[in-house]
């Protein structure tokens, strides 16, 4: 069995920061990519970051310069660090990895948190 599960959200004010987790356990092989999604109420799903197992990342517009995705691949946990946030960036924040398990290796399935809440107050 894998599983995945965020946590850090919470409610900050504007300009603040939070730390999110998105840690991986279970009969785990390898994690690879990675990504994190938000969604806002009423709104698609996004993607907001992604790191590849390399450790190669990338961004959407709106969070360039204030996010940074990073990743300990020894923990199997990926972070995203998210710095002067504004009220816009409130949505409930969700990761996803592909996941080689002992039963899959070397395919890879993926799977997907729970989802951790973020509320940025003005």
């Known amino acids: 069995q894998v599983q995945l599960a965020e946590s850090g959200g919470g409610l900050v004010q504007a300009g603040g920061s939070l730390r999110l987790s998105c840690a991986a356990s279970?009969?785990?092989?390898?994690?690879?990519?990675v990504e994190w999604y938000r969604q806002a109420p009423g709104e698609q799903r996004e993607l907001v970051a992604a790191i590849t197992s390399g450790g190669r990342a990338n961004y959407a517009d709106s969070v360039k310069g204030r996010f940074t995705i990073s990743r300990d691949n020894a923990k199997n946990t990926v972070s995203l660090q998210m710095n002067n946030l504004k009220s816009e960036d409130t949505a409930v924040y969700y990761c996803?990895?592909?996941?080689?398990?002992?039963?899959?290796?070397?395919?890879?399935?993926?799977?997907w948190g729970q989802g951790t809440q973020v509320t940025v107050s003005s």
């Open positions: 279970g009969s785990i092989v390898s994690v690879n990519d």
């Open positions: 996803n990895a592909r996941i080689s398990s002992r039963r899959t290796w070397p395919a890879s399935d993926l799977y």
